[in-house]
């Protein structure tokens, strides 16, 4: 059996034994953590940084994590809405006002967080190099029309969610949306999460491994499906582009931040926890019920799937056994589920993508299940 590295609980051995079976049979590397009551009680990491097999994957180990990124950018939101700076409920643009062109002067902040914004992508022709160009990302999407009426129907904002709250956030503070969350939130968490990577930590950072070719359709992990970098979306991401440099310094906050499960872990405890978390109080109780009230039940007609959206997070659809929990995870299988009621956090991160359609490949799935059965163990 796979080797892993770290520390567990006993009643959470279930963890460590589903990490190692997947290390044995699907993935190349990953790490796992659960987070109860705002403290660990399982960081495990194992495998290795490289599809060679050659170099182990070690404790300080990042890489992007790409859609899991979106749960770090709805927090900075969530925040703000706590202390009174932004109101979920009022028009974009009286936060951002060139937003209210082209006949989008009544959508408001609560649709961005939850897809049903009409603005799943660019209209003009994009680039990759275009997304590390903030002004230009950003002014391209104040500029557009709605493909629908805002808040009717959803469609998963792959991309460009992260421009949009993040420039709501940039207009509201003054900083940056990775500014942002290095100062309030990542900081005082002493978390390993960046949104924007300075260049110092470029030593620790392990690449993704594209999926098997086999697996590259349209489809993807639970509550992922991320469509625009299948090459159907403006503009098509490789997973080779999150191996560059560029990328790796550009602020992409719906798929370009790094860490890793104890990080992410880390930061989404706060949600979990009622707002605090190891002594460090981000959010009011009331705050953090915001993740969770429904913004959005229905089709995805991006995803294809059925969704339930609250104010950044997909929600509790049946698979997840308590109702008060939310989640998101990351092109090519990383996740994090934040349970409000059991005060847990599981999350996962792994290097070796895969895509196998439908409701994800049953990595983080089974972490999370394993989680479970160890909290009512």
Same mark, same amino acid.
């Given at each position: 059996?796979?080797?892993?590295?770290?520390?567990?609980? &006993?009643?959470?051995?279930?963890?460590?034994?589903?990490?190692?079976?997947?290390?044995?049979?699907?993935?190349?590397?990953?790490?796992?953590?659960?987070?109860?009551?705002?403290?660990?009680?399982?960081?495990? =990491?194992?495998?290795?940084?490289?599809?060679? +097999?050659?170099?182990?994957?070690?404790?300080?180990? @990042?890489?992007?994590?790409?859609?899991?990124?979106?749960?770090?950018?709805?927090?900075?939101?969530?925040?703000?809405?706590?202390?009174?700076?932004? &109101? #979920?409920?009022?028009?974009?643009?009286?936060?951002?006002?060139?937003?209210?062109?082209?006949?989008?002067?009544?959508?408001?902040?609560?649709?961005?967080?939850?897809?049903?914004?009409?603005?799943?992508? =660019?209209?003009?022709?994009?680039?990759?190099?275009?997304?590390?160009?903030?002004?230009?990302?950003?002014?391209?999407?104040?500029?557009?029309?709605?493909?629908?009426? %805002?808040?009717?129907?959803?469609?998963?904002?792959?991309?460009?969610?992260?421009?949009?709250?993040?420039?709501?956030?940039?207009?509201?503070?003054?900083?940056?949306?990775?500014?942002?969350?290095?100062?309030?939130?990542?900081?005082?968490?002493?978390?390993?999460?960046? @949104?924007? #990577? /300075?260049?110092?930590?470029?030593?620790?950072? @392990?690449?993704?491994? /594209? /999926?098997?070719?086999?697996?590259?359709?349209?489809?993807?992990?639970?509550?992922?499906?991320?469509?625009?970098?299948?090459?159907?979306?403006?503009? /098509?991401?490789?997973?080779?582009?999150?191996?560059?440099?560029?990328?790796? +310094?550009?602020?992409? %906050?719906?798929?370009?931040?790094?860490?890793?499960?104890?990080?992410?872990?880390?930061?989404?405890?706060?949600?979990?926890?009622?707002?605090?978390?190891?002594?460090?109080?981000?959010?009011? %109780?009331?705050?953090?019920? +915001?993740?969770?009230?429904?913004?959005?039940?229905?089709?995805?007609? @991006?995803?294809?799937?059925?969704?339930?959206?609250?104010?950044?997070?997909? #929600?509790?659809?049946?698979?997840?056994?308590?109702?008060?929990?939310?989640?998101?995870?990351?092109?090519?299988?990383?996740?994090?589920?934040? &349970?409000?009621?059991?005060?847990?956090?599981?999350?996962?991160?792994?290097?070796?993508?895969?895509?196998?359609?439908?409701?994800?490949?049953?990595?983080?799935?089974?972490?999370?299940?394993?989680?479970?059965?160890g909290l009512s163990g």
């Open positions: 059996m796979a080797q892993t590295h770290g520390t567990y609980s &006993d009643r959470f051995s279930g963890v460590r034994e589903t990490l190692e079976e997947s290390l044995e049979t699907h993935d190349v590397g990953a790490s796992v953590a659960v987070y109860l009551d705002g403290e660990p009680v399982v960081d495990l =990491w194992g495998g290795y940084a490289d599809a060679t +097999r050659t170099t182990p994957w070690q404790r300080d180990s @990042i890489l992007n994590t790409w859609s899991t990124t979106k749960t770090m950018t709805a927090l900075c939101a969530l925040i703000l809405a706590d202390r009174g700076d932004l &109101d #979920l409920t009022a028009p974009v643009a009286r936060y951002w006002p060139e937003f209210a062109a082209a006949g989008k002067q009544d959508v408001e902040v609560r649709h961005l967080l939850s897809h049903t914004a009409g603005l799943p992508t =660019w209209d003009e022709p994009m680039t990759v190099a275009d997304l590390y160009d903030w002004p230009k990302a950003t002014a391209r999407l104040a500029a557009q029309a709605p493909r629908w009426e %805002p808040g009717t129907q959803a469609g998963y904002h792959a991309v460009t969610q992260g421009y949009l709250v993040g420039e709501v956030v940039r207009r509201v503070t003054g900083v940056s949306l990775g500014t942002f969350f290095a100062r309030e939130v990542a900081g005082p968490l002493g978390a390993d999460f960046h @949104i924007g #990577l /300075p260049a110092e930590h470029d030593g620790r950072v @392990i690449p993704v491994i /594209p /999926p098997p070719a086999a697996d590259q359709e349209p489809g993807g992990g639970q509550g992922e499906a991320e469509a625009a970098p299948r090459g159907r979306g403006n503009p /098509p991401i490789d997973p080779a582009d999150a191996n560059t440099v560029a990328w790796r +310094r550009a602020e992409i %906050p719906a798929a370009g931040g790094h860490g890793n499960a104890r990080s992410v872990g880390a930061v989404q405890s706060v949600l979990a926890c009622g707002g605090t978390a190891r002594g460090v109080r981000l959010l009011s %109780p009331e705050g953090c019920e +915001r993740a969770l009230a429904e913004q959005y039940r229905g089709p995805d007609g @991006i995803l294809g799937v059925p969704m339930r959206y609250g104010n950044g997070y997909g #929600l509790h659809s049946g698979w997840l056994p308590n109702p008060r929990t939310c989640f998101w995870g990351g092109w090519g299988g990383s996740m994090v589920v934040v &349970d409000l009621d059991a005060r847990m956090t599981v999350s996962y991160v792994m290097n070796q993508m895969l895509d196998q359609g439908g409701t994800g490949d049953g990595r983080a799935l089974g972490i999370v299940m394993a989680a479970y059965d």
